[in-house]
């Protein structure tokens, strides 16, 4: 009678074990469903992202990208004209990666204006009122 109790048990603990894992085996098998069905909500949402964007011509191919690095001292009026470029347009579009605007103190020399940045106390024979680091991308539609 024990023999027969005994071995009743283990086939007994090891259905559990059986069980158990198959529970978790289906949450798994859920949590995948759950994902994939995630990752094709976001796919679909990409696709229409891309159709859009190329029915209104941002296609990589029709863009050309520019470089800027303007590192000089400049009068108001040149800065502020700079600054205003850097908008965006339909037709192009303005990426700044580093903009510092520096005040320099000037010192009359003879003719010329002397400028001495504040921050390292050189003196150039530039002219200007500050000292403008601007430094970006421009990103232009061919035409």
């Known amino acids: 009678m024990a023999l027969l109790f005994m071995t009743a048990h283990k086939r007994c603990v090891a259905y559990e074990y059986r069980l158990i894992q198959a529970v978790k085996h289906v949450r798994l098998i859920k949590l995948y469903e759950r994902e994939r069905a ?18 209104l011509g941002l296609i990589r191919k029709h863009w050309d990208d520019y470089e ?7 009068f108001f009026p040149k800065a502020i004209r700079i600054l205003d470029q850097t908008i965006h347009t339909e037709s192009y579009y303005f990426i700044p990666t580093a903009l510092s605007i520096r005040k320099h103190s000037t010192v009359e020399s003879g003719n010329d204006t002397e400028v001495v940045s504040a921050n ?24």
Do not use: Y
């Open 38 to 55: 995630r990752n094709r909500r976001i796919q679909s949402k990409v696709e229409d992202f891309t159709a859009k964007a190329e029915s």
């Open 120 to 143: 390292t106390n050189q003196s150039t024979k530039k002219k200007g009122d500050i000292l403008l680091t601007l430094k970006g991308r421009f990103v232009v539609r061919q035409r």
């Open 68 to 74: 800027v690095m303007v590192d000089e001292p400049l």
